[in-house]
């Protein structure tokens, strides 16, 4: 059975020298990786991984906190289109982001970014730390058409609206294990629109601890639980609508 590790972070592993062990870990447990560089100087390090391994996928965005650089980020993204699958993880974060002004220039870059996956017709990864809301409200109000939410942590009244009548995605990451939050958010989605994701190397399992794509299995076997699904058959159903959102994995 094959499962895919929606969002990690694959170049914090590089430059920890571990990442071919974590890569040969992962496909030893038919795990595929979609890595996200969220810092236009990682995006080359994070491609040469995908064009290395088979079993890994590029995803290239932009850093919440890094709005100031959206004009790069959209010069080099456009650049590098045909080489990657998805554009993200973008978005906005009200956690680390408490001013105004400053909230409408990460809006702004969150926008921008939004109409370039809608120009080179590719998913979006989004992060919404503390700003679920706002940020589908966002989504809504442009042309954000292909939408995948990671570790959402807003409200599961959302999440149900958005997967179900938006068609957005929803990832559950390795931590819904530990977070009634997340285990929330799992009863919620709809199962059509359901991912799986780890984060790596945050978001581990057990808290602080440093995590692996192959983790990726602890998301799915948690969710399995808690929806009272085979595992087996839940994989088949999380994989259908991975494949589904990310068109280039299957080609
Ligand atoms: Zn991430």
Redo the contacts with the bound molecule.
């Keep these: 059975m094959r499962i895919i590790d929606t969002?990690?972070?694959l170049t914090f592993f590089l430059k920890e020298n571990r990442l071919d062990q974590i890569v040969k870990n992962a496909e030893k447990q038919n795990v595929a990786i979609i890595s996200?560089a969220?810092l236009p100087e990682e995006y080359n390090a994070n491609l040469d991984i995908s064009t290395k391994h088979a079993n890994v996928f590029t995803s290239l965005g932009l850093d919440a906190l890094e709005y100031d650089r959206f004009e790069t980020a959209i010069e080099r993204i456009r650049d590098l289109s045909s080489d990657i699958i998805a554009i993200g993880?973008i978005g906005i974060d009200h956690y680390l982001v408490r001013d105004h002004k400053e909230r409408d220039k990460q809006e702004l870059a969150f926008r921008e970014l939004i109409a370039l996956a809608h120009e080179l017709s590719l998913p979006i990864q989004v992060?919404s730390r503390s700003a679920g809301k706002r940020a589908i409200e966002i989504l809504r109000n442009t042309s954000a058409d292909n939408v995948h939410m990671?570790?959402f942590d807003g409200k599961s009244s959302i999440a149900r609206v958005a997967s179900r009548d938006y068609g957005y995605y929803f990832s559950i990451p390795s931590s819904v294990v530990r977070s009634p939050q997340k285990q929330k958010l799992v009863r919620a989605v709809d199962i059509e629109h359901l991912l799986v994701e780890t984060?790596s190397p945050?978001l581990a399992p057990i808290r602080g601890e440093e995590n692996a794509p192959t983790n990726v299995w602890t998301a799915l076997k948690a969710v399995a639980e808690i929806l009272g699904r085979n595992v087996d058959e839940l994989a088949e159903i999380v994989l259908e609508n991975t494949l589904r959102l990310y068109k280039k994995i299957g080609t």
């Design positions: 969002h990690c972070h996200s969220i993880e992060h990671h570790a984060d945050v």
